[in-house]
């Protein structure tokens, strides 16, 4: 220390502070000082700025700041107020200005101070001022703000590490330093230990101003009693504040369980979230009970649901106990709380005192559970084994859990009446859906073919059996078209009838005939109107049943009964008419053999006889109901065919027709006359009848097999050059009562005729040709013995 | 045929065709013309029909072709006469009332074994009756009415 140059701005007593252990003899007897100034005012430190600077600079010494830009100028200012010639020693290198924040940078590695930049740069600078040229030995004055902008940064360590590098630095170069901390940045109670540390890196410091300006002995003590008075009482607060924050944080912690309880709700049944909202409430109030009754309105019952710590007997009792007019329900009713301090005290309490001493708890609080248009769900109840108060605090945060219990409650309810509600509808479906599928079995299980029209008579629907019955594979083919196309034309007048008396509000009814891809089925139809829920006709329904077995059935029979009558009728007749025959025929033959009968007379008489015996055979074969009874016999066919064609002689020479008979001789067959005569006589009557004038006819007989089982038999043909038949005609030519000869034809005789033949194993073929040359060939087989058959 | 009632049509011809038929309607003395009865040598035969006309034709054209027949119109008569003296033919019709033809050719079989029977019917059904006499263990001739007399004549020659 330079006694010598002892700046008089800097207290004396400071500079007599040993506890400093920057105490260092120095050559020369020279020590460095490293004080701190703490200060509460920019303006005061500038002050003491400006008196360290000026002092330095006046006693011609040598000075190094290291300050922020505004204190810089603050104390240039200063200094000039003072005349100091700043320039000029800035200029001179006596005054070195350094801008704290730079110098900072350039000090600090990874965040810290290096020691070894610290002493090139600030060791540097120093061994320059200090070089003997600079005015010797005296000591420098420096000034960092450094470390408080290390401070102010929050950098407690680095600021530290900085002061001790400043004091390393001051073993080995000399110097007067100062720094400065704003006090208002140690305003933490973590900052009292740094504090502390930073007071003791130096040899001396100075308090703020307000301390300063204190000089008498008596005044500072009296303000370091107040100040320990402060700090007393700074105490007490900071103690009361760590309460208050005690309490906050507990408040914190139980909201902050609610909200979590809030969330977690919505992964949660109703069941479980009043546990969990009994549970809470319970550890708020650390309480020993716990209840949550559910409300249900149609029973006016509180049920108990959930509770906690409760032995089941007791759920019982409190289960049973009926709902009258308490002051518990009316006030729960009402939305208010009820809290029972002490029940053995409480006088509204004495009807349950029983309940409660079973329990075995003396204080109760009843919050009510409620949804958000006031309607009380339930109940949340907890219970002290000794006489229990809640906080206002605990009352309310009850309040918020049971807004959550209510919730749960009331969505419990809302989802077993959506419950009920699906399951409802569920059972309505599956009737409907039974009813429907019913509906639709009987619809598509009944044969008739069921139909929908719409008002114009279009086909809407039809029932599967309907379209199977029809042969009809695409539905869509046959829809949307008026049902009356379908019928066959001598039916659609009746089908549009049946349909404008479904319209005019009646049944339709009638029997129609389709004829669909090739098949013609019959239908009886009844089409009836279909009314809609505003009584006027929507539609119209027919329903068919199809009668095509029946009604061939019907013609069948019909063409039984007009042949058995027919046969009746033919059977009379002949028998009425073979009597007079046989007589005429017995007269004649009597006259034919009178004596002395005139040659004329016997000729007349033998044309009679002839006609006669065709009068016979006609009414034979058309009425064709002879059967020949006698016995079967070898039949010449040579012979017998010539006697039918001599029965027919005369006609032939009328029309001059040509027979040729080509008769293979000896062929014999063993048969019934009369049926092959009769087969014979309607062949050759058909083909008289279809000869013209002129035409030709031929008969003729071969010997054959049958083209099926080769068994030997005849071929009778008989071949005409008539105007042959068309091919409908051929068709229907053995039909029963199919004729073209409309006066004097009966249709039986070709019938008859295949009858006859297959009846005896034989068989006949027609052919016919309407072109030249036109003609008819009938051609039968007969096999060599005829089959006899009754 | 097919736009009539057929069973209308039916009656009305039955009722017309049995109210103008033989009986009543006709009587002829024509079918006693050269009835009488050769002996011996001739074939005898009986001709039985209910219709007159029928029974005297076909036993006159008998009779000129050498056959000594008689004519019956009903069966009992022939039976009484078969008792007398049996016929070598009997020729009947099938169809008549009270006794018909089968029956009456039952009786003669009966009384006269060796007389050949013919039966005549313009009726399909006697078929059925002839079968009913076959089951019985009769068998008979029968030729279908209306039979040309050329025909009845060979097959009696036969």
Known sequence: MSIGNHPPSIPASLLQDSASPLRTPARGGTVSVHAVQFYEEDEALITRLSEFVGSALGAGRCCLIVVTPSHRNSLLQRLVERDLPVDRMMDNGRFIVLDAAETLKLLMV?????????????????????????????????????????????????????????????????????????????????????????????????????????????????????????????????????????????????????????????????????????????????????????????????EPTVSLGFRPEFLEIIGQIPSGDDIWRTCLANGKRVTVEDTEVDPAFVPYLDASRNAGFRGMHSTPLMNRSGNLLGVLTIYFRDPYTPSLREVRLTDLYAHLAANAIESSHLLRETQLELARRTTAEEALRESEEFSRNIVESTVDCIKLLDLDGRLIYMSPPGQRALGIIDVNSVLNRRWTEFWDPADEERASAAIAEAHAGHIGHFEGSLTIANQTTWWDVKIAPMYNSSRKIARLLAISREITSLKLAQTALMQAEKLAAAGRLAATIAHEINNPLEAVTNFIYLAKTAQGLPQEVYRQLDIADQELARVGHIAQQTLGFYRDTSSPQTIQLEELIKGVVSIYERRLKYKRIRLDQQLEPDLNIFGRKGDLKQVLS????????????????????????????????????VADSGTGMSPETRAKAFSAFFTTKAEVGTGIGLWVTRNILEASGGAIRCRSSQKIPCGTVMSMFLPLELRSTT | MTDLNIQDFEQIIKRYITGASRRGST????????????????????????????????????????????????????????????????????????????????????????????????????????????????????????????????????
């Not at chain 1, 110097?175 to 208002?184: D, E, G, I, T």
């Not at chain 1, 083909?687 to 071969?702: E, F, K, Q, Y």
């Open chain 1, 110 to 302: 990874n965040d810290w101070p290096d020691g070894e930049r610290f002493s090139a740069t600030i060791g540097g600078l120093l061994s320059q001022i200090t070089a003997p040229q600079m005015h010797g030995s005296a000591q420098p004055s420096v000034f960092g703000e450094m470390v408080a902008l290390l401070w102010a940064d929050g950098k407690a360590d680095a600021a530290i590490r900085l002061e001790q590098l400043w004091n390393d630095l001051g073993k080995k170069h000399f110097f007067s330093l100062l720094c400065a901390y704003p006090m208002h940045g140690f305003g933490r109670k973590e900052d009292e230990t740094p504090f502390r540390q930073i007071c003791a890196e130096h040899s001396s410091v100075v308090p703020c101003e307000s301390y300063g300006t204190l000089s008498d002995e008596s005044e500072k003590l009296l303000t370091v009693s107040e100040l320990q008075q402060k700090a007393q009482m700074l105490q007490a607060v900071a103690e009361e504040r760590q309460q208050l924050a005690l309490q906050l944080s507990d408040e914190v912690e139980e909201l902050r369980k609610l909200h979590g309880l809030s969330i977690r709700i919505m992964q949660l049944k109703p069941q479980q979230i009043m546990q969990e909202v009994l549970f809470a409430v319970g550890e708020l109030h650390h309480a020993d009970l716990g209840l949550i009754s559910i409300r249900y309105p149609l029973r006016d019952e509180l």
């Open chain 2, 27 to 158: 009587t002829s003395s024509a079918s006693r013309v050269g009835g009488k009865v050769s002996a011996g040598y001739e074939r005898k035969v009986f001709v039985v029909d209910d219709e007159l006309l029928i029974a005297d034709s076909v036993a006159e054209i008998l009779i000129r072709n050498g056959y000594a027949a008689k004519a019956f119109y009903d069966a009992d008569e022939a039976i009484e006469c078969a008792r007398t003296e049996c016929p070598d033919v009997l020729v009947s019709d099938v169809l008549m009332p009270e006794i018909n033809g089968v029956q009456l050719a039952i009786a003669i079989r009966a009384l006269c074994p060796s007389t050949r029977i013919i039966l005549f019917s313009g009726q399909a059904a006697t078929v059925d009756i002839l079968k009913e006499a076959e089951k019985q263990g009769y068998s008979f001739e029968l030729l279908p009415k209306p039979i040309h007399p050329t025909d009845l004549l060979r097959s009696l020659s036969s």
């Open chain 1, 682 to 717: 309607n062949l050759l009557t058909n083909a008289i009848d279809a000869s013209p004038n002129h035409g030709n006819i031929i008969v003729r007989i071969r010997k054959s097999t049958d083209w099926q089982n080769g068994a030997p038999g005849v071929r009778i043909t």
